[in-house]
């Protein structure tokens, strides 16, 4: 990789044959080493014990993810819906009165299956799309940009959602078993979200552990508390919940229709169950080889844990009578494992934390996915480039930032309000999902078409997977994602018919203005790549002429110093000017430079309204006036302080020069600075001891 | 005034003979032009509002007052505190009952000869100092450094405590006739300092006028109060004051000490009437001509209004049994007024409206009295120079809101209780008029040492002022001084002493830490003067290799025009270098450079921390190893947008990699703007058309 060569202006070769001189250069030095400036110094500082030491980017590999722990960092999400599914679906058909809520069996069932489906369904993403199959993607790649966007409009608008609402769950879990909590809910959720954008900064791998625990320990004691209400039903039978006795709605005789629309509304409300089931298929690098294979695994057997815990929790939610509040508090997940285990048992308290940690760590697939994707669509020019930049630990740091206080300003603004919040949630989860279909059957029949012939598995899905990537897998993998499509779509039209007025609206506009603009932010990068982009020819086009313009309001060292830079830089013209503000210190000014008898012209510009910087700007003007290929270079000599609080005892006059010069077209700024404290170490050397009478700060 | 030459560099005589060449250039453009930024121009917008359009330096000598309005705006301190010195001796004399109350008028009588002896001694230092002779001007060039620091440390306090003072007892006279806006008393307080600000940065002669209706309004009104007081003693006998039937407290039997210490503490509690009678010796220089003789006259004139209201009022309230309430709600002179007037006639809201018009315009004296002794001090290099600059309006803008600001603070503070405040008051006022009058005894001593014959008029004194300046004249002026000097220095202690445990030590401690603070700027600069001071051999130091370092992302016209410009410098050595963040896009750097055959050595840093600023500058700090007296000059192109909300979009590298670059030694910065959408005007004239796949913005 080293190519090394003569540097340009050492001999008079080099212009005469340009070869090409590329060398690498590689520091040794460990990255925290210490700083110039002390406020650097101290942010370091301060983010070192955060976040933790910088890591080098070798260690990319290094985060890569076993299935037992990718379980826990993708599928905490989908599992801990459980928790809250069967309220939702209890909730509204408690409406309707006992003949509604007997349809609750019927509702979950609907909503396992099409759990099932989907999860069907993304296996087939995990083989297509190895390196990721988000729905961003597939639409991108198999049905344009527009619908990419709303792709990603949409589950950008979701991962937000997810925080909000599992930490607010989470909450919810708490204040359930200890109800004095319950009027610093807002607190309690923001602090939590700041702990886990701490713990995600630090890393994805360490945060894997991290939430390994809480979502097995979730998963366990659910099965344990399954096994215990079935012992309990064949011993002495099943106890009922505490909120078995309240009354019920008497909404007198229910017509057919009305039954029909309780039943529409309540399963859209269970669809909560199937929000984040996507994560997988977006983080299929992140597994380890074969990657492929390993996510789809995974993707299994998050299905039917969930299954298993939302039809069992469910089935017992029914058959013990436990009805469903408006303020979530007790929920029914609670009231369940209160009646089951005894509602002051060490075992309920425990299974209550279990459920806070897993909703409270839901939030991590969201941590995980938000920052990957912005990256992604800043690389794509859809979103600023900051969000394409690795932090200190390897993970996307403005992304993560930017998660953490778009959740926290949510659940401020819904004051933690669970029912609320949730209502602005799924529209977005299946927009995305069904996108994310019509993209894969697209996907096939673009694969079908061109490879008319039988395949050989590597060339197809790019994997030696399941079905073996023969033309008959692949109409079989189509023909799952159809079935995937049109099942999400339909429960679009609903999820978006029955929420919209409950404030479903607020995300659907989040997603409009998303994609409006992340449209203006893509046009705006291809105009500037256009307007930038060069051509051999302006290799040649050098500066016609150089003219350097020291600023200077006194002759001291450092006005000395930008002055010997200026003319060791041997531009075309060089002259000084000096911002007469101040009559009496022109005056000293003035005849300072001819007592000392200084080689360079002189020009006293005259501020007569005291501001030094518009008349700069306008003698620059005239200057360039009818020759637009000079280049003027302001020297500008600047004070650098050793200790904050010094900057106050100088006129900030060099920054704001340069602010307002930065906007003067055909102006080059230099700023020249003097080092206090530090003289030695500037190419003047020495220091002097006599005072002189009247100091000059600039 | 003009010196044309030739310009250095364009020829080859420029430096063997270096002549000396100077030349004024004068911008006939109005002040306020285009601005080429945005935020600059909505900025500026508003500060013309507010502020008005910027002055032309020229008009400084348009803003000298004449003595009617010099009057109204000096005096409308002193002659505004009768309205509540009264008041503060007889709170403190109701304490000891009927026998205390009994020497109210003999208390009121020294105050007076106080304030006679004061204003006589400040008229010798009008004619002494006809270029204004505050405290500390006198006290520096009489008393030394110390002494005058703690004088400037006493005035700048005192000031602040004006205004808050004087701005608290306006909105009581406001609240004494309107009760209900006794609630909101801390913003009417503040809203009333921010009214005052932004007179004062319109500049003091159109505040002059404002300032001089209330203050012979005022004046006026009490004279007709005395004179109608007058007319119902004669005729129908004086009417009681509200509170004359008010219980007294009942002390038993007060011994002459308790009583003596009493009538002291009275007596230090009325001299708050002589605050602010040195603001016309201050402010000499802005008197028409003769100004010595017209501020000693104005002097005089508020001397006689002040004694005659303030001795009115007493000897009113003392007949009219009128008693001072604790939290000075309703005040003494409005219950006077009340009484004599009639509590609901139109003259009564008449008089209570010009009380507090020239309470609040009072601390128009601070306004004017602040930022010009800052201003002294900051030339002195006793504070930060900002305070010496004078704003679009000619006045030092900086003082004016340093001072607002400060006094707002004290008032939220005190919570707008004027008894509370005006403890902190009058200890500075008789420290700067102690050293002051010391510092005119020793400035008479010095004269009459130096001439020992009689001197002529004007060599003496500077003026041809009264007593002629004769050695008798100085003789008289001295013993004048002298029995002010002793005057003030025993009501020091005695103010000191009485009030210090009343809140006064808050006053004492911010003395302490101005003048701490003052001698430490000193210091500063004085450390930097002698740091800076450069001699003509320097102006030979040359730095002996300049080496250009052109920081490249990738090849687009910034970067192109970044590397033309430093070719066109002809520095020493060119090179440029780029940060290897992300390999993909080094590749694609390295691969473009090599195709196009640039003829400039390109070294690639890795950056396997993704910092990209600590690998340069290791690398730069590598560059200068050995060699301290090769400049690096760091070549840095930069995107300037034409909306500030571009700016989002555009990593800020460019600048982070200023601002640390700033602290490394040896290290010159030159940022090349590229001005996107005005591509014309810069040195690169033409602009392409054809789309390039990725752009990458710096």
């Given at each position: 990789?080293?190519?090394?060569?003569?540097?340009?202006?050492?001999?008079?070769?080099?212009?005469?044959?340009?070869?090409?001189?590329?060398?690498?250069?590689?520091?040794?030095?460990?990255?925290?080493?210490?700083?110039?400036?002390?406020?650097?110094?101290?942010?370091?500082?301060?983010?070192?014990?955060?976040?933790?030491?910088?890591?080098?980017?070798?260690?990319?590999?290094?985060?890569?993810?076993?299935?037992?722990?990718?379980l826990a960092v993708f599928c905490s999400d989908p599992i801990s819906s459980v928790a809250y599914?069967?309220?939702?679906?209890?909730?509204?058909?408690?409406?309707?009165?006992?003949?509604?809520?007997?349809?609750?069996?019927?509702?979950?069932?609907?909503?396992?299956?099409?759990?099932?489906?989907?999860?069907?369904?993304?296996?087939?993403?995990?083989?297509?799309?190895?390196?990721?199959?988000?729905?961003?993607?597939?639409?991108?790649?198999?049905?344009?940009?527009?619908?990419?966007?709303?792709?990603?409009?949409?589950?950008?608008?979701?991962?937000?959602?997810?925080?909000?609402?599992?930490?607010?769950?989470?909450?919810?879990?708490?204040?359930?078993?200890?109800?004095?909590?319950?009027?610093?809910?807002?607190?309690?959720?923001?602090?939590?979200?700041?702990?886990?954008?701490?713990?995600?900064?630090?890393?994805?791998?360490?945060?894997?552990?991290?939430?390994?625990?809480?979502?097995?320990?979730f998963v366990g004691l659910t099965l344990l508390m399954f096994v215990w209400a079935g012992v309990r039903a064949f011993t002495g039978g099943l106890p009922e919940a505490v909120t078995a006795a309240d009354p019920l709605p008497q909404p007198g005789q229910l017509t057919s229709l009305a039954l029909l629309i309780l039943v529409v509304r309540a399963f859209a409300s269970?669809?909560?169950?199937?929000?984040?089931?996507?994560?997988?298929?977006?983080?299929?690098?992140?597994f380890e080889r074969p990657k492929a294979r390993n996510a789809a695994t995974t993707l299994a057997m998050m299905g039917v844990i969930a299954v298993v815990l939302f039809g069992g929790i469910t089935v017992l939610a029914v058959a013990m009578h436990a009805q469903a509040l408006p303020d979530g508090n007790p929920s029914v997940i609670s009231q369940i494992a209160a009646a089951v285990f005894g509602g002051s048992s060490v075992v309920f308290y425990l299974f209550q934390a279990a459920t806070a940690a897993i909703l409270i760590l839901a939030a991590n697939t969201a941590f995980n996915g938000f920052p990957g994707l912005a990256s992604i669509l800043a690389r794509d020019s859809y979103l600023p480039r900051q969000l394409?930049?690795?932090?200190?630990?390897?993970?996307?740091?403005n992304g993560v930032v930017l998660l953490a206080a778009a959740a926290a300003a949510?659940?401020?603004?819904?004051?933690?309000?669970?029912?609320?919040?949730?209502?602005?949630y799924i529209v977005g989860v299946f927009t995305s999902f069904t996108l994310s279909q019509f993209g894969m059957v697209k996907h096939w029949q673009t694969l079908l078409r061109r490879h008319p012939e039988q395949g050989t598995p590597d060339t197809v899905t790019g994997t030696s997977g399941i079905g073996g990537g023969t033309r008959r897998s692949m109409r079989r993998s189509q023909a799952i994602n159809a079935i995937g499509a049109v099942f999400t779509a339909v429960v679009l039209v609903v999820v978006f018919a029955t929420k919209v007025t409950h404030g479903a609206w607020i995300a659907v506009a989040a997603m409009i203005v998303l994609f409006l603009t992340m449209r203006s932010i893509n046009r705006y990068?291809?105009?500037?790549?256009?307007?930038?982009?060069?051509?051999?020819?302006?290799?040649?086009?050098?500066?016609?002429?150089?003219?350097?313009?020291?600023?200077?309001?006194?002759?001291?060292?450092?006005?000395?110093?930008?002055?010997?830079?200026?003319?060791?830089?041997?531009?075309?013209?060089?002259?000084?000017?000096?911002?007469?503000?101040?009559?009496?210190?022109?005056?000293?000014?003035?005849?300072?430079?001819?007592?000392?008898?200084?080689?360079?012209?002189?020009?006293?510009?005259?501020?007569?309204?005291?501001?030094?910087?518009?008349?700069?700007?306008?003698?620059?003007?005239?200057?360039?006036?009818?020759?637009?290929?000079?280049?003027?270079?302001?020297?500008?000599?600047?004070?650098?302080?050793?200790?904050?609080?010094?900057?106050?005892?100088?006129?900030?006059?060099?920054?704001?020069?340069?602010?307002?010069?930065?906007?003067?077209?055909?102006?080059?700024?230099?700023?020249?600075?003097?080092?206090?404290?530090?003289?030695?170490?500037?190419?003047m050397g020495r220091r002097r001891r006599e005072p002189e009478p009247e100091p000059e700060i600039m």
């Amino acid at each position: 990789m080293t190519l090394s060569g003569q540097v340009w202006g050492d001999g008079p070769a080099a212009s005469a044959n340009p070869d090409v001189f590329l060398t690498p250069w590689k520091d040794f030095r460990p990255p925290s080493g210490p700083f110039e400036d002390h406020t650097g110094a101290v942010f370091d500082g301060v983010k070192r014990v955060f976040v933790g030491r910088p890591l080098h980017s070798d260690r990319m590999e290094g985060t890569l993810l076993p299935k037992r722990v990718a379980l826990a960092v993708f599928c905490s999400d989908p599992i801990s819906s459980v928790a809250y599914a069967t309220e939702q679906i209890l909730l509204v058909l408690a409406a309707g009165g006992l003949a509604a809520l007997a349809t609750a069996p019927w509702v979950a069932l609907a909503v396992i299956l099409l759990l099932v489906t989907v999860v069907a369904s993304y296996r087939q993403t995990c083989y297509a799309y190895p390196n990721g199959g988000g729905a961003y993607v597939v639409s991108r790649e198999n049905l344009g940009e527009a619908a990419s966007l709303a792709a990603a409009a949409a589950l950008l608008v979701d991962y937000v959602m997810t925080v909000a609402v599992s930490v607010t769950s989470g909450v919810v879990a708490v204040t359930s078993a200890i109800p004095a909590l319950s009027p610093h809910a807002v607190i309690i959720a923001v602090g939590l979200i700041v702990l886990l954008t701490v713990a995600n900064l630090r890393g994805t791998r360490e945060s894997g552990r991290v939430f390994a625990v809480p979502t097995y320990a979730f998963v366990g004691l659910t099965l344990l508390m399954f096994v215990w209400a079935g012992v309990r039903a064949f011993t002495g039978g099943l106890p009922e919940a505490v909120t078995a006795a309240d009354p019920l709605p008497q909404p007198g005789q229910l017509t057919s229709l009305a039954l029909l629309i309780l039943v529409v509304r309540a399963f859209a409300s269970g669809c909560t169950a199937l929000t984040g089931v996507e994560a997988i298929s977006n983080g299929v690098p992140s597994f380890e080889r074969p990657k492929a294979r390993n996510a789809a695994t995974t993707l299994a057997m998050m299905g039917v844990i969930a299954v298993v815990l939302f039809g069992g929790i469910t089935v017992l939610a029914v058959a013990m009578h436990a009805q469903a509040l408006p303020d979530g508090n007790p929920s029914v997940i609670s009231q369940i494992a209160a009646a089951v285990f005894g509602g002051s048992s060490v075992v309920f308290y425990l299974f209550q934390a279990a459920t806070a940690a897993i909703l409270i760590l839901a939030a991590n697939t969201a941590f995980n996915g938000f920052p990957g994707l912005a990256s992604i669509l800043a690389r794509d020019s859809y979103l600023p480039r900051q969000l394409h930049n690795r932090g200190d630990r390897l993970v996307f740091s403005n992304g993560v930032v930017l998660l953490a206080a778009a959740a926290a300003a949510l659940i401020i603004g819904f004051d933690a309000n669970i029912d609320r919040l949730i209502q602005l949630y799924i529209v977005g989860v299946f927009t995305s999902f069904t996108l994310s279909q019509f993209g894969m059957v697209k996907h096939w029949q673009t694969l079908l078409r061109r490879h008319p012939e039988q395949g050989t598995p590597d060339t197809v899905t790019g994997t030696s997977g399941i079905g073996g990537g023969t033309r008959r897998s692949m109409r079989r993998s189509q023909a799952i994602n159809a079935i995937g499509a049109v099942f999400t779509a339909v429960v679009l039209v609903v999820v978006f018919a029955t929420k919209v007025t409950h404030g479903a609206w607020i995300a659907v506009a989040a997603m409009i203005v998303l994609f409006l603009t992340m449209r203006s932010i893509n046009r705006y990068y291809t105009r500037v790549t256009i307007e930038v982009a060069a051509d051999d020819e302006e290799l040649q086009t050098l500066p016609s002429r150089v003219h350097a313009l020291v600023l200077v309001s006194r002759l001291h060292r450092p006005a000395m110093q930008a002055l010997a830079l200026a003319r060791g830089l041997r531009p075309d013209v060089i002259s000084a000017v000096t911002l007469a503000v101040d009559a009496d210190e022109t005056r000293l000014l003035r005849q300072e430079w001819e007592s000392r008898g200084i080689p360079v012209q002189l020009t006293m510009l005259e501020a007569p309204y005291r501001d030094p910087i518009r008349p700069l700007i306008n003698y620059v003007k005239d200057l360039r006036r009818g020759n637009p290929r000079t280049v003027i270079m302001v020297v500008i000599p600047e004070y650098v302080v050793t200790h904050w609080w010094q900057q106050i005892l100088h006129n900030q006059s060099a920054l704001r020069f340069k602010a307002r010069l930065l906007f003067t077209p055909g102006v080059v700024v230099v700023s020249v600075p003097y080092h206090l404290g530090v003289g030695e170490e500037g190419w003047m050397g020495r220091r002097r001891r006599e005072p002189e009478p009247e100091p000059e700060i600039m």
